[in-house]
């Protein structure tokens, strides 16, 4: 079997496989329904919420064009706060459907500081929501959510938060940090195949989409609403993967959400030691170092591609590279989900031999 670390999808439970090959049901049947609705259920517990929870048959960025979608219309000025790939696609998507987006970014590696999004809010007072990345799988960066949630309420804007890697992993009390809309992904920390986002709805983003006239179609908040509420989804939902969430979500909440987040931080800092302790140097700075992918920066001569395969081939161990301008600057271990320090002990092992072949000198 393959030691699959890459940020998501994570590899899976063998209960959860199992569930996998369960047989169809009937969509709009009474046993679909009571599943759809104890699923609801167990994610409202693990986001912290009272408010609506939806699963939506779609990947994380499905959910974030819900997310704006849902609570914007054309027009709207939007501050989009940056730190790497993902926060880049936030922002792109709103500009897309025709918001006018006021880019705050940070350099990659660092995270967002709240004072300058006060800064940017107070001057720009017609902003009327925020989009922040929890955690951004891009560059092993999470951001102070409390903070920034602070200053965003502070101004009564909306905020619409990526958590698609942080969700189920590293705490987000979604309503204590009140947080409008908060978008996680089934492939990330929920033990599950890909195929669901899932979305939180604040009652201040139900105002919000009252008003709201992006075109919107298939992510309609109302519908999902309207549908939930008969135990139902409007369109034909991704069955099984509801199907493995009715093991992988009992499973997370017998092992219990703040032992799972210390989990994380432990094997994040397993990961951060391991790689240091290789003459390795950590591309995220470590005061706000992520606990579910630590990106690796290349140095020391290091051809991370060769490491890759290397990686690949001889000890059949998944990493990620970096994306678009850190191809070939860093690498990644994702460590969300099923994951002990166990699995990043052997990473780093392997990677004590890789490193050498692939041109790393210490
Ligand atoms: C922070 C973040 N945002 C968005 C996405 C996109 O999610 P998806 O590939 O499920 O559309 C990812 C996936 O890696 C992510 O980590």
Redesign the pocket.
Known sequence: MENLRI??PTPLPNEVLKVMSRQMINHRGAEFGQILQDVTAKLKQLFLTKDDVFLLTG????G?EAAIVNTLSPGDKVLSVSVGV?GE?FGSIAEKFGAEVIPLRFEWGKAADADAIRKALLANPGIKAVLV?H???STGVTNDLASISSVVKESGKLLLV?A??SLGSIALPVDDWHVDVAVT?S??GWMAP?GLAMVSVSQEAWQAHTKAKMPRCYWDFTVAKKYLEKGQTPWTPAVSVVFTFTVALEMMLKEGLSNIIARHARVGKAARDGVKSLGLSLFAEESCASNTVTAVAASNGLDTKKMLKTLREDYKIILSGGQQKLDGKIFRIGHLGWVTENDIRAVISALKVALPQAGFKR
């Open positions: 940020p998501g990947s994380g960025t499905g974030l993902f696609r990345t955690n951004e799988t990526d698609i890697s992904a492939q990330k890909p």
